[in-house]
């Protein structure tokens, strides 16, 4: 999994997996079929630890804010590397459906489409709660704090510390919709 999430598809050999597995190339094989299957089964791996971690504290949180502004959070702390851990996430970076492999694209595409739905479900939530502006467009507002998290992702991978990508999250929550303190939108 880290080998695939820090190289990308393409840029981890066979000889890469079977080294960092210690297992020859035809053990690699009898177990997962090809290097394609071996992928599959690395983002699956990451998808199941990334539930846990970062998309937990948005479901928890008492309100669509504070779950966006936890996921931020969460965010990042844990995108920069880490002993073990390459930076970044490996969906935000990865390129597998350009490098070849258009089955493993679209599953990485339906992953970002995952946490996307998941973000719109949360400020939908917020919403028919009262707690957001009536009108407000709640995938327009998913894909703003989606890109803000890949943005994290990204700039984690070039070396930004938590807390540079901490400020950035910070930030990006004085986007969100304010009203004012009568439940009705504030004025600009």
Same mark, same amino acid.
């Given at each position: ?8 598809f +393409?840029? +981890? ?11 020859a190339s035809?053990?690699?094989?009898a ?11 690395a983002?699956?791996?990451y998808?199941?630890? +990334? ?11 008492? +309100?669509? @804010?504070?779950?966006?502004e936890?996921?931020l ?6 995108l ?7 930076a ?17 694209g679209? @599953? ?5 489409? %995952? ?8 400020i ?18 998913? *894909? ?8 994290l ?10 807390a540079e990508?901490?400020t950035?999250?910070? *930030? ?7 009203? %004012? ?5 504030? @004025?600009?």
């Amino acid at each position: 999994m880290a080998l695939f999430w820090r190289h990308g598809f +393409t840029g +981890t050999s066979i000889a890469d997996l079977c080294a960092a597995m210690g297992i020859a190339s035809p053990s690699l094989y009898a177990a997962f079929g090809s290097k394609q299957a071996l992928y599959a089964e690395a983002l699956a791996r990451y998808l199941d630890r +990334t539930v846990a971690v970062i998309w937990a504290p948005l479901e928890v949180a008492p +309100t669509a @804010r504070a779950g966006i502004e936890a996921f931020l959070l969460v965010s990042a702390a844990v995108l920069p590397a880490q002993p073990g851990k390459p930076a970044g996430c490996m969906v935000t970076l990865s390129a597998v459906g350009d490098e070849g492999c258009p089955a493993l694209g679209r @599953r990485v595409a339906e992953a970002r489409a %995952d946490a996307f739905a998941r973000l719109t479900a949360r400020i939908a939530r917020g919403l028919a709660s009262g707690e957001l502006p009536p009108g407000t467009d709640c995938a327009a507002l998913a *894909r703003f704090y989606l890109a803000v998290q890949q943005g994290l992702s990204i700039q984690a991978r070039d070396g930004a510390t938590p807390a540079e990508l901490e400020t950035i999250a910070r *930030r990006a929550m004085d986007a969100w919709p304010a009203h %004012d303190a009568i439940g009705t939108p504030a @004025r600009e």
